[in-house]
């Protein structure tokens, strides 16, 4: 019984969850973290994607029965193992996607058609857009994209040009990171024909990877520095004025928001070093939880932000 309860649950894949905090990302920027009814639309909307998100990844597990089957690591998966019947799995993932669309509906229509959206590109995903090169990942990427719109839709807010720009060129980043680090894993296995369990690394190939995650590093820093420059974000703030002299804040009135530059580069740099020293990367979500310096950089940027938003006056 505790097995099973075990397979249902890496089903659900609940560590990839975190994912979803992406969908806090525009009201966090707007200044609306802490304004109690906006935090509760969205935190209905990352629910939604919560469910979502596992229905999908049912859902491409039950396509990839046979490939991950042969997978070093995925054929431990319930689907793959047998633990869990397939019919059984796809009647989770219909009702996960029933419980998404009802939540949906209770946040807005704007944040419903985004999150249909999602599961439409995931579904093309799992069944077709996996096995063409360049489009599979850009399909992955798009998850990322679609996740902190669908924050913006749900908090009815806004998000500058520059910080979009930053979120396509981090989820480029790591779509490709995550392509990098499957070819790598499989080229190590020499018995491995890496075309029959996942297509479209036959048509990459490392170097070609490495130009790619060069690419949108590089871009990833560059768009985050001139929205960091440019941004100015407003929250409730605790005014320093009424704290200190009244020389002293116009002293402090600077562009804050670009000391969060620092743990963003070593935090590129970070996973980098996971991807091609660790060898490490396939799954994001893992390297972020078992690599304590990167969940220790994303932490401290975490309270950077939130400190110099809401409560340092830019």
């Not at 409560?311 to 830019?314: E, G, K, P, Q, S």
């Given at each position: 019984?505790?097995?099973?309860?075990?397979?249902?649950?890496?089903?659900?894949?609940?560590?990839?969850?975190?994912?979803?905090?992406?969908?806090?990302?525009?009201?966090?920027?707007?200044?609306?973290?802490?304004?109690?009814?906006?935090?509760?639309?969205?935190?209905?909307?990352?629910?939604?994607?919560?469910?979502?998100?596992?229905?999908?990844?049912?859902?491409?597990?039950?396509?990839?029965?046979?490939?991950?089957?042969?997978?070093?690591?995925?054929?431990?998966?319930?689907?793959?193992?047998?633990?869990?019947?397939?019919?059984?799995?796809?009647?989770?993932?219909?009702?996960?996607?029933?419980?998404?669309?009802?939540?949906?509906?209770?946040?807005?229509?704007?944040?419903?058609?985004?999150?249909?959206?999602?599961?439409?590109?995931?579904?093309?995903?799992?069944?077709?857009?996996?096995?063409i090169a360049i489009v599979d990942?850009?399909?992955?990427?798009?998850?990322?994209?679609?996740?902190?719109?669908?924050?913006?839709?749900?908090?009815?807010?806004?998000?500058?040009?520059?910080?979009?720009?930053?979120?396509?060129?981090?989820?480029?980043?790591?779509?490709?990171?995550?392509?990098?680090?499957?070819?790598?894993?499989?080229?190590?296995?020499?018995?491995?024909?890496?075309?029959?369990?996942?297509?479209?690394?036959?048509?990459?190939?490392?170097?070609?990877?490495?130009?790619?995650?060069?690419?949108?590093?590089?871009?990833?820093?560059?768009?985050?520095?001139?929205?960091?420059?440019?941004?100015?974000?407003?929250?409730?703030?605790?005014?320093?004025?009424?704290?200190?002299?009244?020389?002293?804040?116009?002293?402090?009135?600077?562009?804050?928001?670009?000391?969060?530059?620092?743990?963003?580069?070593?935090?590129?740099?970070?996973?980098?070093?996971?991807?091609?020293?660790?060898?490490?990367?396939?799954?994001?979500?893992?390297?972020?939880?078992?690599?304590?310096?990167?969940?220790?950089?994303?932490?401290?940027?975490?309270?950077?932000?939130i400190a110099i938003i809401y409560?340092?006056?830019?």
């Open positions: 019984m505790v097995n099973k309860i075990i397979s249902f649950i890496k089903l659900l894949r609940p560590r990839q969850w975190i994912k979803n905090l992406a969908v806090f990302a525009a009201i966090t920027f707007a200044g609306e973290l802490f304004d109690p009814l906006t935090f509760q639309k969205v935190f209905l909307a990352f629910i939604s994607f919560c469910a979502l998100s596992s229905a999908t990844y049912i859902v491409n597990d039950a396509v990839d029965i046979k490939k991950d089957r042969l997978h070093p690591f995925k054929r431990f998966r319930p689907l793959a193992s047998g633990a869990i019947p397939i019919s059984l799995a796809i009647g989770i993932a219909i009702l996960l996607i029933a419980a998404s669309i009802t939540l949906g509906l209770f946040v807005n229509v704007g944040f419903l058609l985004l999150a249909i959206i999602y599961l439409l590109i995931q579904l093309l995903y799992s069944l077709l857009l996996k096995s990942i850009l399909a992955i990427a798009s998850g990322y994209i679609l996740r902190v719109y669908a924050g913006e839709f749900a908090g009815e807010s806004h998000i500058s040009v520059w910080l979009l720009l930053t979120v396509i060129s981090v989820s480029l980043f790591l779509a490709i990171g995550k392509r990098r680090s499957e070819l790598t894993l499989l080229s190590s296995n020499k018995d491995l024909n890496i075309a029959a369990v996942r297509k479209t690394l036959s048509h990459y190939s490392e170097r070609l990877l490495d130009v790619y995650a060069s690419i949108f590093a590089t871009s990833t820093f560059i768009s985050y520095a001139l929205f960091t420059f440019l941004e100015n974000p407003k929250g409730f703030k605790l005014g320093i004025s009424i704290l200190l002299p009244e020389y002293l804040p116009t002293l402090l009135e600077r562009k804050w928001l670009m000391i969060t530059i620092a743990p963003v580069v070593y935090g590129l740099m970070r996973y980098l070093q996971d991807i091609y020293e660790k060898k490490e990367g396939e799954s994001p979500d893992r390297v972020l939880l078992s690599d304590k310096p990167l969940l220790a950089t994303v932490i401290v940027w975490v309270i950077l932000v409560f340092v006056r830019l």
